[in-house]
């Protein structure tokens, strides 16, 4: 599967730089496979092919994979625009994002079916992305809500009642010897 992996990766760097090339190099965005791709190529670069091993670096190349699918749908839907005759804006991109959602496609299907136990694998990495992205949605949650509301709120009022009038709070006694049922009974 590493193998698999890094020709996946070689294959959107090259797709994206004919892409730059077909262009003319007046597109940046047509270098967005050859960046997907060079992710992909590092991740399966560093990724561990020993048995028993957690292989999270596949993992991260099909949820790239996965991201890029989603972002060249819209050239798959153009294409069968172009395919029926009609009129798209840029037919490059349009051709270089069909190529690379087929492309994204077969490598996810590739890797769901050759790596055993796919799912465990997915689960760990999902467990290590949502820990970490929990973690910081909480955080920027509790510091853009919970934060100002309690400086408003400990600012501007008094929940405690500290700031009420002492004339409240203090009842006059007279001194002196008290009874038993005075003692016993203070308040």
Known sequence: MKIIT??????????GLGSYAGTGTSSLTALIPAFFGLAILILGVIS???EGSKNTALFGAVFLSILALFGSVRGVIDLFR?????EVARPTATVAQSV??????????LAVSLTPKFW????????FLGNLLARVVLTIFYF??????GLGVR????????K????????????GDQTLEEVLRQY
């Open 164 to 175: 009420s009038i002492p004339a409240k709070l203090w009842r006059s006694r007279p001194t």
């Open 120 to 127: 465990q694998g997915w689960k760990a990495f999902g467990h």
């Open 144 to 149: 853009t809500v919970f934060v100002p509301f």
């Open 6 to 15: 890094i020709a996946f990766g070689i294959l959107l760097l090259l797709l």
């Open 82 to 86: 172009l395919l029926s005759g009609g």
């Open 48 to 50: 561990r092919p020993e």
């Open 100 to 109: 690379m959602a087929a492309l994204c496609v077969a490598f996810i299907v």
């Open 155 to 162: 600012l501007f009022s008094d929940p405690l009642h500290l």
